[in-house]
Nanobody, 125 residues
Framework: QVQLVESGGGSVEAGGSLNLTCSASGTTVRMGWFRQAPGKKREGVAIKWTLRATGGLIAYADSVKDRFAISRDPNNYTVYLQMNNLQPEDTGLYLC??????????????????WGRGTQVTVSS
């Protein structure tokens, strides 16, 4: 069973930046990040096709498209999420997710079978 280890997160003021890292212990087809704020539905943030070491498609939520960037380490199954110009509405628990199977809507949490514990991101105004 693949396991995920996350790092990064923290507290910043609006306009600041943070970087998240997620490493998988085995092969994944897609990896990326979801986030969940209190009282809100879990939201897909950024997902990358990881079966290839380089290239591969990426999907972003519209709300982060011009501010966040997901990338993959070509030497292992590690993804990074660079978050720039953070806003208070970006606050939430960020969960790394991966799937070992192909198919399904990329930003739908139901299509992921491996989850990390999450790391908190707090953005103050």
């Amino acid at each position: 069973q693949v396991q995920l280890v996350e790092s990064g997160g923290g507290s910043v003021e609006a306009g600041g930046s943070l970087n998240l890292t997620c490493s998988a212990s085995g092969t994944t087809v897609r990896m990326g990040w979801f986030r969940q704020a209190p009282g809100k539905k879990r939201e897909g943030v950024a997902i990358k096709w990881t079966l290839r070491a380089t290239g591969g498609l990426i999907a972003y939520a519209d709300s982060v498209k011009d501010r966040f960037a997901i990338s993959r380490d070509p030497n292992n199954y590690t993804v990074y999420l660079q978050m720039n110009n953070l806003q208070p509405e970006d606050t939430g628990l960020y969960l790394c997710a991966a799937t070992t199977e192909n198919g399904g809507v990329w930003l739908d949490s139901r299509n992921y079978n491996v989850w990390g514990r999450g790391t908190q991101v707090t953005v103050s105004s």
